[in-house]
């Protein structure tokens, strides 16, 4: 239903349904094939900032289980029963997609369908293989700052799958590289560091 759809289009269907409250089952039913893209986009936002330590982590091992859950084709992300069925109360739906709107909306006017072949069920299984790669990197970053690189480049990777742009895609993953050269050059100086003591 939404796959030529623009985000914000999405979003405002999702803030018109019916009834006073939504499931969660029944967000991920308007989302459909942006559920994916939009997860990715909201557990990589909270690593673009400087934060202590369980939340990289955190966000890593969530990130890694929807990065497999991609690589295995399936269509939507897997959730427990007793979290599709929470609800969330309508008006708080409405007012989140409402902050939200404007941010997608600039996001659509320079973003549009670019380098379509990444987009492509193939590619998508491709970008799981590199998005859990990229979850890895945040569980091994330097604390508090060395996240960021990181945490910026899944959260491009994850708005360039949301407006099928593979020009934003392919700049997350070169911010992508750097971030994990960080993580592997700490994953170094502490193992090198072990060693010096032993």
Request: glycine fraction near 8%.
């Amino acid at each position: 239903m939404f796959s030529n759809a623009r985000t914000s289009q999405v979003l405002s269907a999702l803030a018109s349904q019916p009834g006073e409250r939504l499931t969660v089952r029944d967000i991920m039913g308007v989302l459909q094939d942006r559920a994916f893209a939009l997860l990715i986009v909201l557990l990589a936002l909270p690593n673009c900032l400087p934060m202590p330590p369980p939340i990289p982590l955190v966000c890593g091992l969530l990130l890694a289980l929807v990065a497999v859950q991609i690589v295995f084709g399936r269509p939507t992300p897997w959730l427990p029963n007793t979290l599709l069925n929470r609800s969330i109360a309508a008006v708080d739906v409405e007012r989140a997609v409402g902050r939200a709107l404007p941010i997608f909306r600039r996001l659509e006017r320079f973003s549009r369908p670019r380098m379509t072949f990444l987009d492509t069920p193939f590619a998508m299984r491709l970008m799981g293989l590199v998005i859990l790669v990229m979850a890895f990197g945040l569980l091994f970053a330097p604390p508090f700052v060395g996240q960021i690189p990181m945490g910026l480049a899944v959260c491009l990777v994850g708005l360039g799958l949301v407006e099928r742009d593979g020009v934003v895609v392919v700049c997350g993953l070169v911010v992508g590289a750097f971030g994990l050269t960080l993580s592997l050059g700490f994953i170094y100086a502490v193992f090198s560091g072990l060693e010096t003591l032993f």
